[in-house]
């Protein structure tokens, strides 16, 4: 849920909400009028409270984005739009979740769909690519993904230079097909390959990181990253 504060809201924004509030003067009302009476509507609902500006203010976004039910009225706030479910171009997007993952997600075309779907079986490819910083490929695999599928997480087995996943097609006769290619993103470097002594002598920090090597499928999987912190470990005689 994204917070908003009274305050950061334009007068046509303030007027919106006021006018669902029950303020027919709203329209003649500045925007410094708007953010007054819209305080004292949530500091009247709020009842006393110590904390005063704070609670008018959580009662505000409360309201904002709860009090209406499905939220459908908060499209009709000048300015915002409803999301579609998906999009008509072919896309594909990757981002950095941490040293050991990337979160990527994508949009289908219907046309292609329909382009390669007239040429018989097909299926839908993730192929992830990792440079280092001076642009050698040091890895690449493919990973099989379902036609309904929009976003996946992908592990990876470096902590430096870049990854670029590219969305692709395989038909029938095994060719293969490029959809859409990300940008390339920097990879993390992993904090804890420089100080395994902390991770050592915290037992829930450890138990967290492992947490990030399980699938979806709750087993473990292989993580050069972990391998060469345990190494570390085993080399400074902790492990």
């Not at 009476?37 to 309201?63: C, H, P």
């Not at 006769?173 to 915290?202: F, G, I, N």
């Not at 709750?218 to 190494?231: A, K, L």
Request: charged share 30%; with cysteine.
């Amino acid at each position: 849920m994204v917070l908003i504060k009274i305050e950061s809201l334009s007068r046509k924004e303030l007027e919106h909400i006021a006018l669902q509030e029950g303020v027919a003067q709203a329209p003649e009302m500045s925007r410094d009028e708007l953010i007054d009476v819209l305080k004292d509507i949530y500091d009247d609902e709020s009842g006393d409270d110590e904390q005063g500006e704070a609670n008018i203010q959580r009662r505000f976004v409360t309201w904002l984005t709860d009090y209406r039910g499905d939220g459908s009225e908060l499209t009709s706030l000048p300015g915002v739009e409803e999301l579609p479910e998906s999009y008509n171009g072919t896309s594909i997007h990757v981002m950095m979740k941490n040293p050991t993952w990337l979160y990527c997600y994508w949009s289908l075309s219907p046309l292609d769909v329909e382009h390669f779907s007239g040429e018989g079986s097909w299926r839908l490819l993730l192929h992830v690519t990792l440079n280092d910083t001076d642009g050698s490929l040091l890895d690449s695999y493919d990973i099989a993904v379902d036609g309904g599928d929009s976003e996946w997480n992908i592990n990876i087995s470096a902590n430096h230079g870049t990854a670029m996943v590219s969305l692709e097609v395989e038909l029938a006769d095994k060719s293969r097909r490029t959809l859409a290619r990300s940008v390339r993103v920097p990879l993390v470097s992993c904090y804890w390959l420089e100080h395994p002594d902390e991770m050592a002598q915290d037992a829930d920090l450890l138990r967290r990181q492992l947490g990030l090597l399980t699938n979806r499928e709750g087993g473990t999987i292989v993580c050069e990253t972990v391998d060469r912190i345990v190494e570390k470990l085993k080399e400074e005689g902790i492990a």
